[in-house]
């Protein structure tokens, strides 16, 4: 249960801190030019770089003095500033997708209407991108739940304070004991499960309201 409930705690402080900065990320991404590629290759380095590589550079840049003049290895600030890293694919490309989809034309005719930039954004593109925004907060939450590799090289497994649901896994199979990782497993299994049902779910529309809403 302790490391059930660290790991809920990483997850929603992961979620409260990244969405936001998400949604500011893919909005301003539309807007950029030659360097839109490269941002966009940088944002989704985490998906493809192996846990030990993305591990190795956030211990090397946390440990010491680390960029905040204090040591951030092995404590809970230190795995929060890595799961939000490893986090930024799963939060942007889904709400950078979903601002992407609006018709240009809409955002014409709220020019010409007169709204600022910042109305257009509170007022259409938001409400807009609410399915893109919804998913991004699922995916963002299940894969914090269920992150291993950098967690372990950057906060080890001091209990309560570093080691997660999906570390206290490997430490009882490590044990031999086979009915406590089997029951934290199938924990993780079911989140999965539904966080993908949900993010399915508000990604897809009925044929026939599809058909409704094109016409």
Do not use: C
Not at 35 to 64: F, K, N
Not at 96 to 115: H, K, T
Not at 160 to 177: H, L, P, R
């Amino acid at each position: 249960m302790e490391a059930l409930i660290l790991s809920l705690k990483l997850a929603i402080w992961t979620l409260v801190l990244i969405l936001p900065f998400g949604v500011w990320v893919a909005h301003h991404l539309q807007s950029m030019g030659k360097a839109r590629s490269w941002i966009e290759a940088a944002l989704a380095l985490p998906l493809v770089l192996p846990p030990t590589v993305l591990g190795y550079y956030l211990l090397v840049g946390l440990g010491g003095k680390s960029i905040l003049g204090i040591p951030l290895v092995f404590s809970f600030t230190g795995i929060l500033i890595a799961s939000l890293i490893v986090n930024l694919p799963f939060a942007i490309q889904p709400i950078q997708r979903a601002f992407e989809a609006i018709n240009p034309e809409i955002r014409e005719a709220a020019q010409v209407s007169g709204l600022s930039q910042w109305q257009i954004f509170r007022l259409i593109e938001l409400p807009l991108a609410w399915r893109g925004i919804t998913s991004a907060a699922v995916l963002t939450f299940a894969h914090t739940l269920g992150e291993f590799g950098v967690i372990l090289m950057v906060g080890g497994a001091i209990p309560g304070e570093t080691k997660t649901v999906s570390i206290a896994i490997y430490d009882k199979v490590q044990s031999f004991d086979t009915v406590g990782a089997g029951a934290l497993s199938f924990i993780l299994l079911a989140t999965s499960l539904i966080a993908i049902a949900i993010s399915y779910g508000v990604f897809s529309r009925h044929p026939s309201r599809a058909k409704k809403w094109r016409s």
